[in-house]
């Protein structure tokens, strides 16, 4: 894996190129997987259990004809039904518990909210 390289917060977010955002999207993976780790080895002693669900991320108010908008696919991100670009499971988690889940789509948000991005994570019960 690639070094992760610092990001300067932009004043405007089109301003990021791509590898701003790879970097980006790196530093959200990397908080969502310590959260949900920690609170899967803290608070379920290790063992997955309670409610299964799902859990993702969504990233608003980028138009895909738009220049970030094309960063955005360039750097991985994939538009979902809502129109937002949307990150599923993204701690990347094997457990089901929607918990763990959520709380690594509530970190890989709040890194990129700390950018400057619209971002919201979301989840449903199964």
Known sequence: MKELMAVEVKENIDEYTVTDLCNIRGKASIAAVKASREYFEKEMG???????????VNICDIKGNTKLGRKMKQSGFKKDYS?????????????????????G??????????YGFKAYAGSRLD
């Open 83 to 103: 129109g937002s670009y949307c990150e599923w499971n993204p701690s990347g988690i094997a457990a089901q518990n929607i918990d763990v889940k959520e709380i």
């Open 46 to 56: 290790g063992e997955d259990r309670w409610s299964c669900g799902f859990a993702w």
């Open 105 to 114: 789509a509530r970190a890989y948000a709040d890194v990129f909210k700390k």
